[in-house]
């Protein structure tokens, strides 16, 4: 395979379970068919909660997105997956680490197209912070 700026400095996606995985459809482009960078946001958004909420063992809430940065676009019919891991954690708070990657409808490629850093807090029933259950051994 010929390196191009789309696969340039990629490995591969992670070897971990993904967080959420969706196709991009028509009503979520422009009208050049490139994917909206809030709607990749949102999925970014819903795939690190899904972390965040494990690690928590309950409701979170974002309360910031430290980090983002978009490598290529998304096209219509790209098939994209998220890959949330949890970075760190305070005594409330969740740091999440998340890769999205998109395999190329018209291509067998799986191209890197956005990563963000996504901090969550754990809150109780109030909508209160509450503290973090202990991190198993």
């Given amino acids: 395979m010929t390196e191009t700026a789309e696969t340039a400095g990629s490995e591969g996606p992670p070897e971990a379970e993904p967080a959420l995985r969706t196709l991009a459809m028509p009503a979520?482009?422009?009208?050049?068919?490139?994917?909206?960078?809030?709607w990749v946001l949102a999925q970014m958004d819903l795939a690190g909660g899904v972390a965040a909420a494990r690690r928590a063992g309950g409701r979170t809430v974002t309360v910031a997105v430290e980090a983002m940065r978009f490598h290529a676009p998304i096209?219509?019919?790209?098939?994209?997956?998220?890959?949330?891991r949890v970075a760190r954690s305070g005594r409330t708070s969740i740091t999440v680490a998340i890769e999205t990657w998109a395999r190329r409808r018209r291509r067998s490629e799986e191209v890197k197209v956005t990563e963000g850093t996504f901090i969550y807090v754990a809150i109780d029933e109030a909508g209160r912070p509450r503290p973090l259950p202990e991190e198993p051994v």
């Fill in 28 to 38: 979520d482009a422009n009208p050049n068919g490139d994917i909206f960078g809030g």
């Fill in 75 to 84: 096209a219509v019919g790209d098939l994209v997956t998220c890959y949330a």
